[in-house]
């Protein structure tokens, strides 16, 4: 099993919307990583968009739990309250995430699970602040 190809196997089903696939990648994935972040949070994302909200914020409650132990990204914090539909959270823990100058903000611009805030001007506003829009 090679963790990394379950991760992006369950992003492109994600994609397509077979959201029970893209889970089941994702299991895959956090079981090989040995519960990591990141596919934590996309595991979680996936679970929100299926409308699998309880199984979401038990994820949610999680990462909060390894955030108190260890240094867990806002990204992935940002990335789980859009799933939810949470958009207020989910541009706090954008904003917190430039202000630490997270690495991930590099996949701002593009990243597809992020597009339900594009229309949100507080988004280009952010894009304009790293400095991925001109």
């Known amino acids: ?5 379950q991760h992006t196997l369950g992003l492109a089903y994600e ?3 077979k959201y029970e696939e893209s889970i089941a990648a994702f299991e895959k994935a956090v079981s090989g990583s ?3 972040p990141v596919p934590l949070a996309a595991m979680a994302h996936a679970y929100a968009r299926a409308g699998r909200r309880r199984e ?3 994820i949610l409650n999680e990462l909060r739990q390894l955030a108190r132990e260890a240094y867990v990204s806002p990204y992935w914090f940002a990335l789980l309250h859009t799933g939810l539909g949470e958009k207020e959270a989910a541009f706090e823990w954008l904003e917190r995430e430039y202000v630490a100058r997270d690495v991930w903000l590099v996949w701002l611009k593009r ?10 001007p507080r988004f280009e506003h952010l894009l304009r602040c790293i400095g991925l829009l001109i």
């Open 1 to 5: 099993l090679f963790t990394p190809a």
């Open 15 to 17: 994609q397509m919307g």
């Open 34 to 36: 040995g519960r990591n």
């Open 56 to 58: 979401a914020t038990e």
């Open 111 to 120: 990243e597809p699970r992020f597009d339900v805030l594009r229309s949100d």
